[in-house]
């Protein structure tokens, strides 16, 4: 499994960013995808999800109506768009892959660092 993040960089606040995933070694259409993010001295939090099978999508609360998870199957990717983006944004961002938007991923890319000034 193989998991690369890219998209990542500086943004001012208010800006925005696209992440992408590129995903090789597993049935790509079949898993669960998500991003991760890790702001410095905090823990891992989900930032979003998108199920296999009919693309439903989740949302941390604080990102909801900011952020859009997208994947395309046929290319084995997966997507953040990142609008209206603030300090707190900020952090390492991780795509995942498992078998449910309600469990714990799998396997993790390496992840792209997002950084927003206050």
């Known amino acids: 499994v193989q998991l690369v993040e890219s998209g990542g960089g500086m943004v001012q606040p208010g800006g925005s960013l696209r992440l992408s995933c590129a995903a090789s070694?597993?049935?790509?259409?079949?898993?669960?995808m998500s991003w991760f993010r890790q702001a410095p001295g905090k823990e891992r939090e989900l930032a979003a999800c998108?199920?296999?099978?009919?693309?439903?999508?989740k949302y941390k609360d604080t990102v909801r109506g900011r952020f859009t998870i997208s994947r395309d199957n046929s290319k084995d990717e997966l997507y953040l768009q990142m609008n209206s983006l603030n300090a707190e944004d900020t952090g390492l961002y991780y795509c995942?892959?498992?078998?449910?938007?309600?469990?714990?991923?799998?396997?993790w890319g390496q992840g792209t660092q997002v950084t927003v000034p206050s």
């Open positions: 070694g597993f049935t790509f259409r079949d898993s669960a």
């Open positions: 995942a892959r498992g078998w449910s938007c309600s469990r714990m991923p799998e396997d």
């Open positions: 998108i199920a296999q099978r009919y693309g439903t999508a």
